[in-house]
């Protein structure tokens, strides 16, 4: 069985401030792992994924995630906050378990204030 | 490239009566998902087709919801008759094949149930 945990369903920083968004992960099998984002009316979209290989991964708008298999984690950060950053957040794993499932976290709401 | 096309964007609707929603997958996707997203939550699978075979319908509640596929390009989802409880966002989303391919969301549709 897969699950996602996001840690925080909301999260605050100033503009400027590191982004620091967490998610672990169970997975009985070895994981695929997203970060997906989504603006209000919208839907999701990419922001970067593991599958194999390297296990920091960079992204779109200066995100990038880090694959710790030990700590079962894949947490999301940016250096700098931008105001334009202000969305819903998710995490989510795929795997292969009798065919392939991807399971979605309840999503991390992060503010930017000014 | 167009991107996943969903129709309505959002529907009003009284209890019982019936609802469709209807999307279009980028073109050469052979996997196409049906999600509900509830509200402060992440998307949760409905079914998931590979060409026009549903291969996990497991979480769609098969006495009111249906769905189809024709040709293995197009979908459709209805549901009838429609309850209080199935007020959310039905997301549609496609990918070339399941697992280590990211998804591609529609805008979704906001099904409201009065």
């Known amino acids: 069985a897969q699950s996602v945990t996001q840690l925080g369903s909301h999260v605050s920083v100033s503009e400027g401030a590191l982004v620091l968004l967490r998610c672990n992960y169970s997975?009985?099998?070895?994981?695929?792992l997203f970060w997906y984002v989504q603006y209000p009316n919208q839907g999701l979209q990419l922001l970067l994924k593991?599958?194999?290989?390297?296990?920091l991964v960079k992204g779109i708008n200066g995100f990038e995630a880090e694959f710790k298999k030990s700590e079962t984690s894949f947490h999301l950060t940016k250096p700098s906050a931008h105001m334009s950053d202000a969305a819903e957040y998710f995490c989510?794993?795929?795997?292969?378990?009798?065919?392939?499932?991807?399971?979605f976290g309840a999503g991390t709401r992060l503010f930017v204030k000014a | 490239e167009a991107g996943v096309v969903q129709s309505p964007r959002y529907k009003i609707i009284e209890k019982k009566q019936p609802v469709a929603f209807w999307c279009n997958p980028i073109?050469?996707?052979?996997?196409l998902y049906w999600y509900r997203q509830n509200l402060g939550q992440g998307p949760e699978l409905l079914i998931r087709?590979?060409?026009?075979?549903?291969?996990?319908d497991s979480q769609l509640p098969k006495d009111r919801f249906s769905a189809e596929r024709l040709k293995g390009v197009d979908s459709t989802l209805k549901i009838q008759p429609a309850e209080l409880g199935d007020s959310a966002v039905y997301l549609c989303?496609?990918?070339?094949?399941?697992?280590?391919?990211?998804?591609?969301f529609g805008p979704g549709t906001r099904l409201t149930v009065l």
């Open positions: 593991y599958t194999t290989g390297a296990t």
């Open positions: 989303a496609s990918s070339p094949l399941a697992g280590r391919d990211e998804q591609f």
């Open positions: 997975s009985s099998v070895p994981p695929y």
């Open positions: 989510a794993v795929s795997g292969f378990t009798g065919g392939f499932k991807t399971i």
């Open positions: 087709y590979e060409n026009e075979e549903a291969v996990d």
């Open positions: 073109s050469g996707h052979n996997t």
